[in-house]
């Protein structure tokens, strides 16, 4: 299935996530398995959390990108409006492009 992502741009171009694990770097066209890396401060939720559409109004687009992501063994998670509405939690993911 599609999804989209909201990712960190580094400065050298790479890619990576921007809360849990935010020193990964996300290859293209590679299957990735999801991991349980509990935070402080954020509920654990096994999962790459992706959305229905490339829209998250409450999160900064600083240095961040778009990109088009297909998911598998994933559940619906149902979000405010206001936080983009829909949103999958993935236990696979493999990102496909930057938007």
Not at 31 to 51: D, F, S, V
């Amino acid at each position: 299935m599609i999804a989209y992502k909201l990712v960190r741009q580094r400065k050298d171009g790479s890619l990576g996530p921007l809360f849990i694990n935010a020193r990964l770097r996300l290859p293209f066209n590679e299957w990735l398995n999801a991991e349980l890396l509990p935070k402080k401060g954020y509920k654990p939720r096994k999962g790459w959390h992706c959305t229905a559409k490339p829209l998250a109004p409450h999160l900064s687009l600083k240095d961040r990108v778009w990109v088009k992501v297909e998911i598998a063994e994933y559940e619906e998670l149902k979000r405010p409006k206001h936080q983009g509405g829909l949103w999958y939690l993935a236990q696979k993911m493999k990102v496909l492009h930057i938007l």
